[in-house]
């Protein structure tokens, strides 16, 4: 992952943490595509086939079911990410 594209995500994962009210812009699809596959989740390049994942994902989750992977879900989404990267490091030890 890109350092430019962990700073949206984080800034994205704060913006859902804090709770912020005005619009920000959805995270970038490849970093999206990053996230997902740490969940062992293939996205292709297409961008039906990634809101179709983000769909999925807000629903399986609980969160409101838009499509747009804005603060809540981007901060949900790399959390999970990370807990199975630590899983994956937990096993491979």
Do not use: K
Request: aromatic content about 6%.
């Amino acid at each position: 992952m890109s350092a430019r594209g962990m700073l949206s995500l984080v800034g994205n994962a704060v913006g859902g943490i804090i709770g912020w009210s005005e619009p920000v812009p959805p995270a970038d699809p490849e970093e999206l595509r990053v996230l997902f596959a740490e969940l062992g989740v293939r996205v292709g390049a297409d961008d039906a086939e990634l809101d179709e994942a983000v769909r999925y994902f807000q629903d399986r989750t609980g969160l409101p079911v838009d499509g747009e992977a804005g603060p809540r879900t981007v901060h949900l989404l790399a959390r999970y990410a990370s807990e199975a990267r630590e899983l994956h490091r937990i096993q491979a030890a």
